[in-house]
């Protein structure tokens, strides 16, 4: 069963650093996801795009939202897809989900993955 496991949640002060991570299981050893993603749902509102990398693991795109302070990657031999969160704000207060896409070509910015987690829980207040 494949499965798609979410990690480094937590509760940070303003201006401070987390790093999220997400390691898949259940896939055939040497399978790499084509596209790897980021989303995030604050209470009451939808399912938020926040970055995407492709299987190449350079090609990789943020939210404008989270530019300059949110970097994603990848490490396609244990794949897996990291977040790394900097400067954070009260209002990246979020569940943050990772998501991932068997198709080639498919890095979509709505929630429509083949595979997703339950996510992590980040909370950013003083």
């Known amino acids: 069963q494949v499965q798609l496991a979410e990690s480094g949640g937590g509760s940070v002060q303003p201006g401070g650093s987390l790093r999220l991570s997400c390691a898949t299981s259940?896939?055939?050893?040497?399978?790499?996801?084509?596209?790897m993603a980021w989303f995030r749902q604050a209470p009451g509102k939808g399912r938020e795009w926040v970055a995407s990398?492709?299987?190449?693991?350079?090609?990789?795109s943020t939210a404008d939202s989270v530019k300059g302070r949110f970097t994603i990657s990848r490490e396609n031999t244990k794949n897996t897809v990291y977040l790394q969160m900097n400067n954070l704000k009260p209002e990246d207060t979020a569940m943050y989900y990772c998501?991932?896409?068997?198709?080639?070509?498919?890095?979509?910015?709505?929630?429509?993955?083949?595979?997703g987690g339950q996510g992590t829980q980040v909370t950013v207040s003083s």
């Open positions: 259940g896939v055939t050893a040497g399978y790499w996801w084509y596209c």
């Open positions: 998501a991932a896409s068997t198709t080639e070509g498919y890095c979509p910015l709505k929630y429509d993955y083949d595979y």
């Open positions: 990398i492709r299987s190449d693991g350079v090609t990789a």
